[in-house]
């Protein structure tokens, strides 16, 4: 979820609602599924067939924490940003008919188990049913019906003035994007040399260049060999970043053989950036 943006508990919702209706075949024409607060008043004010639920809770799902930094390279910076947290919504789902078959409730327990049947099929949302907004956190969102204790549903009913009643506990586990970026400069160059105890001069003195190619749509080229004009070579990861043992200055011109059997020569400007598109054509 985006950060102060309110809208995205209701699109998780409504997207469960819409998942419900499909796979636990509900008639949407007669009953209806909503996220209210089940007062007394509010369920003698029901007027048809109603699946709730009831969020009561929300924190974070600490054992999914992520602490690292996901890095996107911009030209001439690295741009990092804090994964998202995981957070769970946790929900008491009841089922409010105005009349009964009988006095047994059939009718409650024949949609609560349909509920049910629906819910446990999808421990992991398709990633059809993810709203869009919460696809481009590439996070998956998590469902799991809680043992009964897990959530003290007697407490909620208590608090709401209700009778207990069947009913399930429903978690939801969305990602919250809490937009904490940081800004650092792309590192070109590396310098490193190793001395031998007791000699001022270095026994290897290595320095290593970084660069970064890409098609001309910006997307990143892996699995390539590039070839320096000084002889140094290597291959481009998932990333499309190659570490040449040469230094930058020296570098005139690459020599790129791409995995889709292209080989093409790209021309490198004294004080250019590292970040590098390749032409169309391949020349």
Excluded: C
């Amino acid at each position: 979820m985006k950060e102060g943006d309110p809208r995205l508990i209701s699109d998780v919702q409504d997207a469960l609602k819409a998942l419900l209706y499909r796979e636990a075949n509900l008639p949407a024409d007669a009953l209806d599924i909503r996220f209210a607060t089940p007062t007394s008043a509010w369920v003698s004010g029901l007027t048809r067939p109603t699946v709730n639920f009831f969020l009561h809770d929300i924190r974070e799902n600490t054992a999914l924490r992520r602490m690292e930094h996901q890095m996107v390279l911009e030209r001439n910076a690295a741009v990092e940003t804090l994964a998202p947290r995981r957070m769970d919504l946790r929900y008491v789902v009841m089922v409010f008919f105005k009349s009964q078959v009988d006095e047994f409730g059939r009718n409650e327990w024949n949609v609560l188990w349909r509920v049910l049947a629906a819910l446990m099929r999808h421990d992991t949302w398709p990633e059809g049913d993810v709203p869009a907004n919460l696809r481009a956190l590439d996070t998956d969102v998590l469902g799991q019906v809680a043992q009964p204790d897990a959530n003290r549903p007697s407490e909620v009913f208590s608090g709401l003035g209700l009778t207990m009643r069947p009913h399930l506990t429903y978690t939801l586990t969305v990602p919250l994007d809490l937009a904490v970026t940081r800004h650092a400069p792309l590192v070109l160059e590396r310098d490193m040399r190793l001395f031998q105890s007791g000699d001022d001069t270095p026994a290897v003195d290595l320095v290593r260049s970084t660069w970064q190619l890409s098609d001309v749509d910006g997307r990143p080229l892996a699995d390539a060999m590039v070839r320096a004009n000084t002889g140094a070579r290597g291959f481009t990861d998932s990333r499309g970043l190659v570490h040449l043992n040469t230094p930058r200055d020296a570098v005139t011109h690459l020599q790129v053989m791409a995995a889709d059997g292209r080989t093409l020569h790209l021309p490198v400007l004294p004080g250019g950036p590292p970040l590098l598109a390749l032409p169309q054509d391949g020349s």
